[in-house]
């Protein structure tokens, strides 16, 4: 997803900087899509901290330690030990 939306800086110096010379629109665009990019990241790293939150609170009442994660290899990211990193 992320690298789609890097692509798009294709798209706004083809059709979107049409303004010369100050590119009012151009720029705009670009701010917004940063700053959505901003927003959309602050947000991951929110929610992956909460999931990693309830997956560690689980594992401390299941009894559940490191030493047991060839038990859950196979279970990916479902997997009670896997977490979440930015």
């Known amino acids: ?3 789609g939306l890097a692509n798009l800086g294709v798209v706004c ?3 979107i900087y ?3 010379p100050r590119f009012h629109v151009g720029h705009g665009t670009i701010m ?3 700053s959505l990019t901003i927003v959309l990241s602050i947000f ?3 929610d ?3 999931i990693n939150k309830q997956k560690e609170a689980s594992c401390a009442k299941e009894g559940i330690t490191s030493d047991l994660k060839d038990n859950f290899s196979d279970m990916g990211d479902d997997s009670p030990l896997f977490r ?3």
Do not use: E, H
């Open 1 to 3: 997803m992320v690298i």
């Open 13 to 15: 110096s083809s059709f």
């Open 18 to 20: 049409i303004d010369p």
């Open 32 to 34: 917004g899509w940063l």
């Open 44 to 46: 991951a790293m929110w």
């Open 48 to 50: 992956y901290n909460r």
């Open 84 to 86: 979440y990193t930015i």
